[in-house]
């Protein structure tokens, strides 16, 4: 039972580059989180999705899309990274919404240069 | 603007010591919990605590939350050297259109041996 996993771990990015961060998860949960975090910011949402097929829009949206095709993934791709688009980027999951925990995985580390 | 605002940012205790955290928001809330973050990994629950109760406890935890105020606290006691992490406050609330969960910007806290 790993939990929840994010690949890359690391990456580096040049202005306008694009990529996709994985996320994946094994406890069969509905709900799934992107955040990112920054230094004396906490933890921000980006996108969330409350089930297979279904996305939504979270605090910090924008240069941002997410798929959730299966249960179990959910990706988060970044079109053209800007530097502001550098943070550590978390995935979370949850059994429903309002009274259940959050399971998080190790986090991405991203670098837009 | 985040909900849940930490304070105070950053803590430095003794072991055996006690740590306080405090933890205040600006709209009605459904629950809050309280996350663990070690240095370099995603968060961690410790608990939650749900809108109609006062206080809730879990081994060395103990959490307050004062819904006319609009704060939590979340006390550590007997610190040990391991307890040195950040730690979170997220609060979940319904709004139009769906919830919200918004994370505050944390508290470093540091137990020195």
């Known amino acids: 039972n790993a939990g929840v996993t994010q690949t890359p771990k690391f990456r580096v990015l040049k202005t306008g580059q694009s990529m996709t961060l994985l996320c994946a998860q094994d406890?069969?949960?509905?709900?799934m989180y992107w955040y990112r975090q920054d230094p004396g910011m906490g933890l921000r949402l980006i996108h969330y999705?409350?089930?297979?097929?279904?996305?939504a829009k979270g605090e910090v949206p924008d240069g941002y899309n997410v798929s959730r095709l299966k249960k179990q993934n959910f990706l988060l791709g970044l079109e053209s990274a800007a530097p502001s688009q550098t943070s550590v980027y978390f995935c979370?999951?949850?059994?429903?919404?309002?009274?259940?925990?959050?399971?998080f995985g190790p986090g991405t580390r991203l670098t837009v240069t | 603007s985040q909900q849940g605002e930490e304070d105070p940012q950053a803590l430095s205790i003794q072991e055996g010591e006690n740590a306080t955290m405090n933890c205040s928001y600006k709209?009605?809330?459904?629950?809050l919990q309280w996350y663990r973050q070690n240095s370099g990994r995603g968060l961690v629950h410790l608990i939650l605590?749900?809108?109609?109760?006062r206080e809730k406890h879990s081994g060395r935890l103990r959490v307050t939350l004062d819904t006319s105020k609009k704060s939590s606290s979340l006390l550590i006691t007997a610190s040990r050297a391991a307890d040195t992490a950040s730690y979170f406050c997220?609060?979940?609330?319904?709004?139009?259109?769906?919830?919200?969960?918004?994370f505050g910007a944390g508290t470093r806290l540091f137990v020195k041996a």
């Open positions: 979370a999951s949850s059994y429903a919404w309002g009274g259940y925990e959050q399971y």
């Open positions: 406890m069969n949960h509905e709900y």
């Open positions: 999705s409350v089930g297979e097929g279904t996305t």
């Open positions: 709209t009605s809330i459904n629950n």
């Open positions: 605590i749900r809108s109609n109760e």
């Open positions: 997220a609060t979940d609330a319904r709004n139009t259109g769906g919830f919200k969960t918004i």
